[in-house]
């Protein structure tokens, strides 16, 4: 059985470009991304973790650490740190897991447990290995999104899904579509009328079961 949300992530020990370390321990009481590749080398990927080192304060400011998943080595990591310096202007300051042995790809459920990596690999062997983990300080899943190969991911809207989990995780609220930090948050169905007066002051019924409000400041 892979990982569901509000699953506890696995307390892997990997080996990383920054040393050995516990996922749990690297998660501390933060929220983490998790963001995995099939392979080192590759070109979209590149483009990938050259956009996360991009926005280095824009996790921090949301107490946010990143790791990286590649299903290649320690050394391969450290070598390919320099060409997503190159494309993306920007150092990669966050380990790289060297999942060589697949721990990692199988405990979160992106690869089968009987996979293997052939002699003579190509990204293909584990293209599904294409994945965006949010995890919460309780170290739970939170959030978990997948692509195809040809197809990068925009790493926009996992700031956008972070900052929806992190206020609804804040406020006990939710979200609505295409939701940005500003706009109103939808009260849970759970909370009445009159205790939502109490919380946000007014706010508008869309519908019975749809009520719209701002967050209070």
Known sequence: MGLRINDTIPDLAVETDHGKLSLHDYVGNNWTIVFSHPKDFTPVCTTEFGA???????????????????????????????????????????????????????AFDMLPAEAYLPDG?????SATVRSVFIIGPDKQLKLSMTYPM????????????????????????????????????????????????????????????????????
């Open 52 to 106: 996360v080192a991009q926005l280095k304060d824009e996790w921090a400011a949301r107490d946010t650490k990143v790791i990286g998943v590649s299903v290649d080595g320690v050394e391969d990591h450290k070598k390919w740190k320099a060409d997503i310096k190159k494309v993306g202007g920007a150092e990669a300051f966050f380990p790289i897991i060297a999942d060589d042995g697949l721990e990692v790809s199988k």
């Open 121 to 125: 690999r190509t990204p293909n062997d």
């Open 150 to 217: 040809n197809v990068g991911r925009n790493f926009a809207e996992v700031l956008r899904a972070l900052d929806g989990l992190q206020t609804a995780a804040k406020h006990a609220v939710a979200t609505p579509a295409n939701w940005q930090v500003g706009q109103d948050v939808v009260i849970p169905a759970t909370v009445s009328d009159a205790d939502a007066e109490a919380k946000f002051g007014e706010f508008e019924t869309k519908l019975p079961y749809l009520r719209l409000a701002q967050l209070p400041t």
